[in-house]
């Protein structure tokens, strides 16, 4: 028995030899994303490791309730080459893999392998699948090629080997699976794919990483597995992620067969997240600047801006979900553009935008305290302070634009703090007992920041009520980059389990979140539309806006979202993302 183990391990290490000299100098990383799965991942890394001593293993655990990410931990405290990444929540198991293939890409390793954590992927097929790399870039373990295997029964292995077959035959890839995660990289030629065009991050970003690896040209092979059930707890693979793996399918192959150009590999983007410090950030949108337009002119920044063709980079944070322009892409002079801004198209505005604050009054008045002082971060043109002071609050604003403040001071008689909330928050002298700011965190360089901020200016129990982006809402999921809030102007794009964590971690307790309405005149959204719209049509379509009628109308889209909060208490300490 003693004879015929050492047999079988000295051919896998004959194995990992020839692959092409990756072995014997390389550095290998499996990685595995879990949630709960603590009944399985002590056994899964000691079978790991006694297939390849010397192999780093990276575990993301997105919170697991059952206790994963404290096992892992714990472990990790002794086993130096453990490697664990905790998510505040569940971010979809596709973008774990992403964040892994960054992970290797940054901390200079030569091969990754990727598995699911239950015992469904047999580690002793590791070798394998690395000595394969001796002629591949990309190996997959095959469930559905000769020698290959699985559980899988009735219903459930016909939709798997439909869904694989339908794949193979109408993406033209000569592979037999494509759907399971136990996979082998050269990470070298990981740098040549383009993941901005990989937008789905749950199960199906399987399937669409096989076609984007073949698209770029990497040679890709597959070898025989047997794919067991779990080991231990229940399977995750939620049943509307069928419909979207079908649909993603047709995406595929209408992309394949109407677009053969084959796009440029994405760029490495190296800031770290604005919110956890991170540094696995993955561009989502790339960059499209109008030639025509100065993007250091302030009138780029001001309220009524129309410049919607013009489009940032914008960038997805694997380790909390935020979306964001990188740091390195922010205006230098930020703070002089909106102190420098000029905004009169608003007034010609001022009857809906008056509609607009007083309905936003009236949804957040069942949430406020008895009368006191309220604080307005980026009071614009004074409009909700007038508002709140027909309320009887005693009303402060803060309006970096040096003509807002003006205008208001001069119409209203309001008192306005001409800078930023980060500037002045030193010489803020009481507590508030509610600090209200619309269409305004998207703006800021440090959201996080911001919003520990605003904690620190509130009472205890006091109520914070802001508007921002909601990226994560039907119009911008089915608009894509063409969504007209994806600005120069705008360096952050929420979503509601984002901005909750956040608003979380700043020490605050919502209390409600739901569409937020703002009223425009017909011609005013015509307007906007004709200036989303590339030119020359849209600067054609424009000319006819004189005929369309001025009439105010509601607009709720979902795309911006209302939420009021309760100051609970001070902020946590600032979150970091956890790798030990």
């Not at 013009?310 to 990188?326: E, I, N």
């Not at 205006?331 to 010609?348: I, R, S, T």
């Not at 980060?422 to 002298?429: I, N, Y």
């Not at 996080?448 to 200016?457: C, M, Q, S, T, V």
């Amino acid at each position: 028995m003693d004879i015929a183990n050492g047999v079988t391990q000295g051919l896998r290490i004959m194995n990992l030899i020839n692959t092409d000299g990756l072995i014997g100098s390389h550095r290998t990383l499996v990685f595995t994303a879990t949630y709960n799965e603590l009944d399985n991942i002590q056994s899964l890394l000691d079978e790991i490791w006694d297939e390849i001593p010397d192999a780093d293993i990276l575990v993301v655990d997105d919170n697991s309730p059952d206790g994963t990410g404290t096992l892992l931990n714990q472990i990790a405290a002794v086993k130096e080459n453990l490697k664990v990444l905790h998510r505040p929540q569940k971010l979809g198991l596709g973008t774990a893999h992403h964040l892994a293939m960054i992970f290797a890409i940054k901390h200079g390793y030569d091969v990754l392998v990727t598995m699911d954590a239950d015992h469904s992927h047999d580690p002793a097929d590791m070798t394998n699948l690395i000595g394969k790399l001796s002629e591949a870039d990309f190996v997959v373990g095959s469930r559905y090629m000769p020698g290959g295997g699985c559980d899988y029964g009735g219903y459930r292995k016909f939709l798997s080997v439909s869904a694989n077959r339908a794949a193979r035959l109408l993406l033209g890839i000569r592979l037999h699976e494509f759907t399971t995660s136990y996979r082998a990289f050269r990470v070298s030629a990981l740098a040549k794919v383009n993941f901005v065009k990989m937008h789905n991050h749950g199960y199906s970003f399987f399937m669409e990483s096989v076609y984007r690896l073949n698209q770029a040209g990497l040679k890709l092979a597959e070898i025989p597995i047997y794919f067991h059930y779990r080991n231990a707890g229940s399977s995750k693979i939620p049943r509307l992620e069928i419909i979207r793996g079908m649909a993603k399918l047709f995406h595929l192959w209408s992309s394949n067969t109407f677009h053969k150009r084959m796009p440029a590999a994405s760029p490495m983007i190296e800031d770290v997240c604005a919110n956890c410090l991170s540094s696995f950030i993955s561009e989502r949108y790339q960059r499209q600047l109008e030639a025509i337009q100065d993007l250091n002119h302030s009138n780029t920044f001001r309220c009524s801006s129309m410049a919607h063709t013009s489009k940032p980079c914008v960038a997805k944070c694997l380790q909390c979900g935020l979306m964001q322009v990188p740091k390195s892409d922010h205006p230098k002079d930020l703070e002089g553009l909106y102190a420098d801004v000029v905004d009169k198209d608003y007034l010609n505005n001022l009857h809906a935008k008056k509609k607009t604050f007083a309905r936003a009054y009236k949804r957040i008045e069942p949430f406020l305290p008895h009368k006191g002082n309220l604080l307005e971060v980026g009071s614009y043109c004074g409009l909700f302070l007038t508002e709140a002071k027909r309320h009887g609050w005693k009303i402060t604003g803060i309006e970096p634009s040096r003509w807002a403040a003006d205008y208001t001071r001069s119409n209203f008689g309001h008192i306005v703090i001409n800078d930023t909330l980060e500037a002045v928050a030193p010489t803020l002298r009481e507590p508030y007992d509610v600090v209200v700011s619309w269409d305004v965190l998207e703006h800021v360089r440090d959201p996080a920041e911001w919003l520990r901020i605003i904690n620190g200016k509130l009472r205890n129990g006091g109520t914070l009520a802001i508007s921002t982006l909601d990226m994560a809402s039907w119009f911008p999921r089915l608009m894509g980059r063409r969504w007209p809030w994806i600005m120069e102007m705008h360096l952050f794009y929420f979503d509601s389990v984002v901005l909750q964590q956040m608003l979380h971690e700043a020490g605050f307790e919502v209390l409600l979140v739901e569409p937020y309405c703002h009223y425009a005149s017909l011609r005013y959204v015509y307007q906007k539309l004709c200036a989303a719209i590339p030119r020359p049509f849209g600067s054609v379509l424009l000319v006819g806006s004189k005929l369309i009628p001025e009439w105010v109308v509601p607009i709720t889209l979902g795309d911006i979202k209302l939420y009021v909060c309760k100051k609970a208490r001070p902020p946590l300490s600032q979150y970091k993302p956890v790798l030990l």
